[in-house]
């Protein structure tokens, strides 16, 4: 596996589209030249659910193992196969695992070696000198 970073933000709809806008506009004078690829989450709670611990599983032992077939992938992680389709799916939906056709199976992909969690925690430089003041 290549080394490739998927960033996972938690920001508002309005700070999405505003990296969206500059991204394309990069895009448009060649400048886009990062390797990173994202997805934004709009909260907290939206965070823990995608990146909890048992789905962080499923995408560390899809990653290291490379399964062939869900089944393979519930197997490797002594899981039923309904409660793993339905996490794989929608992993894949937001974009954090993809799925390549084998024959009958649907073959479970990582495409990253590495999760980069984006948070602000709302201290800026004013918010510092207030805090500093206090």
Do not use: C
């Amino acid at each position: 596996m290549t080394e490739n970073t998927l960033t996972v933000r938690v920001e508002s709809n309005d700070e999405f589209f505003d990296r969206a806008l500059e991204a394309a506009a990069k895009a448009d004078a060649g400048e886009l030249t990062d390797d990173h690829t994202g997805v934004s989450l709009p909260d907290e709670a939206a965070l823990a659910r995608v990146l909890s611990e048992k789905n962080l599983e499923l995408i560390r032992t899809t990653a290291r193992e490379e399964p062939k077939s869900l089944r393979e992938l519930a197997r490797l992680v002594e899981r039923d196969i309904k409660n793993v389709s339905t996490a794989i799916n929608d992993l894949a939906e937001l974009g954090l695992v993809e799925f390549e056709q084998d024959g009958r199976s649907k073959r479970p992909v990582v495409w990253y070696s590495h999760i980069h969690v984006e948070y602000d925690l709302g201290v800026g430089a004013d918010d510092t000198e207030v805090a500093a003041q206090e």
